[in-house]
């Protein structure tokens, strides 16, 4: 079973779109996270669900809209989609609560490639 | 604020050489540490944590140890293999348990 999923794998589409990216993770954890890296590996935190609350919304363009419908699901919409926005996401969970040691899963990531 | 910082690459080792990347962490309180592995075209994987200092993490021959005194949690393989290149980031967990910092990450390739 997978822990953390992610839909689409690879998502092509054309400047202005509007796109979503699903993530799913059946591991009963608290917390989810969207993360973005870019060509150099760069891990940026974008957002973070606590119970369906949003705990953590870095400054990111308001154009990237996360919704949690239940704390096993966290989706990503990006509206009229620009060239910088190619990358790969990731969504994230974990158990979360206020302690420090438990690690953080990871989906296998979605390839954004805005033409 | 809390950060983490690591040791820029790529890094290019031969096959059995011996492996150090540094890391060194900002943090107030009494973080977890973390190394995370991402094999080409994959998601972030757990390698190994501590979550106290002096603890030693370890998984397949990585070893790291949380040196408070230091502030560094650097990571050490005695041989690598070539299905070890991969790009290993660095993390730290605050008390929260809710925000990770994460390492810029570096790039190892191991030639045979």
């Known amino acids: 079973d997978t822990a953390v999923s992610q839909t689409p794998k690879y998502l092509v589409t054309q400047m202005g779109n509007d796109k979503s990216i699903k993530c799913e993770q059946n591991l009963g954890h608290d917390t989810m996270y969207w993360y973005k890296q870019d060509s150099k590996k760069f891990l940026k935190i974008m957002f973070s669900?606590?119970?369906?609350?949003?705990?953590i919304n870095e400054t990111v363009p308001n154009r990237f809209s996360p919704k949690s419908p239940d704390k096993a699901h966290l989706n990503l919409h990006i509206n009229s989609l620009e060239l910088g926005d190619s990358a790969v996401y990731f969504c994230a969970s974990t158990t979360g609560g206020w302690v420090s040691y438990n690690e953080q899963f990871f989906g296998p990531g979605t390839r954004l490639t805005v033409l | 604020g809390d950060s983490v910082t690591q040791m820029e690459g790529p890094v290019t080792l031969s096959e059995e050489a011996f492996l150090t990347i540094n890391c060194t962490y900002t943090?107030?309180?009494?973080?977890?540490l973390f190394w995370y592995v991402q094999y080409p075209g994959e998601g972030l994987q757990l390698l190994l944590k501590?979550?106290?200092?002096?603890d030693k993490g370890s998984n397949k021959g990585f070893e790291a140890t949380y040196r408070k005194e230091t502030t560094s949690f650097h990571l050490e393989k005695g041989s690598v293999q070539v299905s070890d290149s991969a790009v290993y980031f660095c993390a730290l967990s605050a008390n929260t348990g809710n925000q990770f910092y994460f390492g810029t990450g570096t790039s190892l390739t191991v030639i045979p």
């Open positions: 943090a107030t309180g009494y973080p977890s």
């Open positions: 501590a979550t106290k200092a002096d």
């Open positions: 669900y606590n119970n369906k609350e949003l705990i």
